[in-house]
Nanobody, 124 residues
Framework: QVDLVESGGGSVQAGGSLTLSCAASELIASSYMAWFRQASGKEREGVAWISPGGTISVAADSVKGRFTISRDNAKKTLTLHMDSLKPEDTAMYYC??????????????????WGQGTQVTVSS
């Protein structure tokens, strides 16, 4: 069992930046990890994912060029740096991880562990 705890959410004006962090309770060096978000009344969507070694990362088209996912396996942390935030980025953001050795991408069903979420609110 891996516990994931997100932090760094908050309220910001459009055009601003935020950095989300996810702290894992166990080693995550063999796990794919990702950020998902869910806006009120909408389905969950994948934001970005990263391979275990951090050599491959993919961002959703809606955030490409604005959001950057990164990880530090030694510190057991996952980070999402968000620039040029827009009101449509407002959502609860979740960190997710797979079991060791399991491959995953932007499909939330491929992830085994989830955090409780951190709220991001972007005002115009």
């Amino acid at each position: 069992q891996v516990d994931l705890v997100e932090s760094g959410g908050g309220s910001v004006q459009a055009g601003g930046s935020l950095t989300l962090s996810c702290a894992a309770s166990e080693l995550i060096a063999s796990s794919y990890m990702a950020w998902f978000r869910q806006a009120s009344g909408k389905e969950r969507e994948g934001v970005a994912w990263i391979s275990p070694g951090g050599t491959i990362s993919v961002a959703a088209d809606s955030v490409k060029g604005r959001f950057t996912i990164s990880r530090d396996n030694a510190k057991k942390t996952l980070t999402l740096h968000m620039d040029s935030l827009k009101p449509e980025d407002t959502a609860m953001y979740y960190c997710a991880a797979t079991r060791p050795g399991r491959a995953a991408g932007m499909n939330g069903n491929s992830y085994d562990y989830w955090g409780q979420g951190t709220q991001v609110t972007v005002s115009s």
